[in-house]
């Protein structure tokens, strides 16, 4: 979980993100309490969490701001994929820094790998990158030979534009540019490979060993549910004490307001659980060294779906039920509201792939599964 001094100390810094101050203080804070940790290997210094012990961390964190648990659920998730590359690149990323922090670039402007005769020769450009300001390693998108491949790169190669941000504030967004940057062979893999089985695997966590694809979609729903029941908190605590401006009337007293209220409650209650179903189904795959079934499949895929769209639904009806006052900076339900808009506009929680999976499932049709990712689209 994450700790009690971290999670005293958010909510009066995720008040000043809103208003655009100490943008450069939150990604330090995530760093320096392990929260970056907790998917990577004990025998690397990490925390080697249990994914539900991750999930938690990320709703916790996201309830109090959005942007730290968005951060916790990429850097985190990414620490996980870092163990499961070659043992080289492990001990390149974690043997001097026991704490780095791990961006993934979303889909390249334009990118390239050239074979060479010490690896591969890496040019391109990444826009968008989540913690690219601050990071250590980025894994980078880059095809070779046809294949969509992802490139481990110091972030010390890369040249960094930071990138004006008016969602997720705080979480270093940043553009990247690689020109001609030399990788060692251990550093590139891909992108079907990582996801797969790694029966070679150094550790004896199957999180690292086992089929990754279906983990790597859902790691970020935690942040989405956290977020939301961040936004409701908020509103009722608002609305307890609201009086309208004409009529000075008690603003909680009116119908249409409890009726909304209860609305979201209900929808809420569904994203939760839902999200709760998930992450049994993936722990239980971990403890007994499995990948999901097919119908279990399409059932996580289903959920990632509908928890991102309950999540982004509910809390815009609290924003609108709040009419003008709800479009105002200094309205923690409208910054909840554009910064879950944004992580529910995510790759792995897209409406269309997720919900023809479960369809293709319930109708008896042959499906690809899982839609897993072509790259690793989790910078944004």
């Known amino acids: 979980m994450v700790s009690a001094a971290l999670m005293e100390a958010l909510p009066a810094l995720a008040g000043d993100l809103r208003m655009g101050r100490r943008t450069d203080e939150l990604l330090p804070a995530l760093r320096d309490a392990g929260a970056f940790a907790l998917l990577q290997p004990g025998s690397r210094g990490g925390r080697e969490a249990a994914w539900p012990e991750f999930v938690a961390a990320t709703r916790e964190a996201a309830s109090a701001c959005p942007a730290a648990g968005w951060l916790i659920a990429t850097c985190g998730v990414n620490a996980a994929l870092v163990a499961r590359m070659p043992e080289a690149a492990q001990e390149r990323v974690w043997s001097g820094n026991p704490r ?36 250590d390693w980025v894994l980078a998108s880059v095809p070779l030979d046809g294949r969509p491949c992802v490139v481990l790169i110091p972030s010390s190669r890369l040249e960094v534009e930071e990138a004006e941000a008016h969602v997720l504030r705080g979480s270093g967004c940043a553009h990247l540019r690689a020109d001609g940057i030399e990788a060692h062979p251990d550093f590139l893999v891909a992108v079907s490979d990582l996801m797969a089985a790694q029966p070679q695997s150094e550790h004896r966590n199957r999180l690292y060993g086992d089929d990754f694809s279906m983990h790597y979609r859902a790691a970020r729903l935690g942040a989405l549910v956290g977020a939301a029941e961040g936004a409701y908190r908020e509103y009722v605590n608002i609305t307890e004490k609201w009086v309208s401006g004409i009529g000075g ?6 119908t249409q307001v409890q009726v909304r209220l ?33 119908e279990e499949r399409a059932e996580l895929c289903r959920n ?60 008896g049709l042959e499906s690809d599964s899982a839609p897993v990712p072509v790259s690793l689209y989790a910078g944004g």
């Open 100 to 135: 780095p922090v791990i961006a993934a670039t979303g889909p390249p402007v334009e990118s390239r790998g050239v074979v060479t005769k010490e690896g591969y020769r890496i040019t391109g450009r990444w826009d968008n990158v989540i913690a690219g300001a601050s990071s």
């Open 249 to 254: 009337h008690q603003v909680a007293k009116f």
């Open 262 to 294: 209860a609305e979201t409650n209900a929808e809420l209650a569904v994203a939760a659980l839902l999200l709760d179903q998930s992450t049994a189904v993936l722990q239980d795959c971990i403890e007994n060294g499995r990948p999901p079934g097919g």
């Open 304 to 363: 990632n779906a509908y928890v991102a769209r309950k999540s982004l639904e509910c809390t815009e009806r609290l924003v609108v039920q709040m009419g003008a006052r709800g479009l105002l900076d200094s309205n923690p339900v409208q910054h909840f509201f554009v910064d879950i808009r944004a992580m529910a506009a995510h790759e792995s929680m897209d409406w269309a792939s997720n919900m023809s999976a479960m369809g293709k499932s319930l109708l």
